[in-house]
């Protein structure tokens, strides 16, 4: 056990029991604990295999490359819509961690089995998602805009092109773009700093 993790679940408002039982099952199933991202994460050999989430409603045992495991229960979800490597189980009891620990050992054990052998998910590239053309029409008409906007990290730019996207009416893509245009040209990305 890490101290340092000793601390976050002490330090836990809720799902303190359930956070807990996960701790437990994943450190029977021989991973190292460590606090990443403000979160117990269970790895093996420095590779990310699970990690424990606190939310509001549920706590979670996250799977970094879940989408690769067979799921023969059918109880991973994506926590998004865009997610593409991990995959989740929520719970809001201890009872169901209870009843599904023999699951959550052999999904855990397959997960060491999909890092050992080097498996990796297929993500999709920045070129796989649509340029909104609201954005395309800025890009078109302004260089600079266009160089900064390649010089950005793969996931900052899908980050952006996501946020642009979402939108149904054209008028609130168009925003968002004019919004967005001054923090793309300063090299920043959509969460680099506060925009909504």
């Given amino acids: 056990m890490n101290p340092e993790v000793n601390k976050f679940f002490s330090n836990a408002k809720r799902w303190q029991q359930e956070m807990e039982k996960l701790r437990a099952i994943c450190l029977d199933c ?10 117990p994460c269970y790895t093996l050999n420095n590779r990310n ?11 979670a045992l996250s799977f970094f490359k879940g989408a ?5 229960e059918g109880i ?8 593409q490597s991990g995959r989740w189980i929520k719970f809001n009891h201890l009872k169901q961690i209870v009843e599904l620990e023999a699951t959550l050992k052999a999904y855990i054990y397959e997960a060491i089995e999909v890092e050992k052998a080097g498996a990796k998910v297929t993500l999709k590239t920045t070129a796989d998602f649509p340029i909104p053309e609201e954005f395309q029409l800025k890009l078109d ?6 160089t900064a906007f390649n010089a950005l990290t793969p996931g900052r730019q ?6 642009f996207a979402a939108p149904k009416q054209s008028k609130t893509r168009a ?3 004019e919004k967005c245009m001054l923090q793309i040209l300063k090299g920043k990305g959509l969460n680099d700093d506060y925009l909504r």
């Fill in 49 to 59: 295999i699970v990690i424990i989430g606190e939310l509001k409603d549920h706590c």
């Fill in 141 to 146: 008409a302004i260089p600079a805009l266009q």
């Fill in 158 to 163: 899908r980050a952006y092109l996501l946020y």
């Fill in 68 to 72: 690769l495991l067979y799921d023969a």
């Fill in 175 to 177: 925003a968002r773009v």
């Fill in 30 to 39: 021989g991973l190292t604990e460590e606090l990443k991202w403000d979160q």
């Fill in 76 to 83: 991973l979800k994506a926590p998004g819509e865009n997610t």
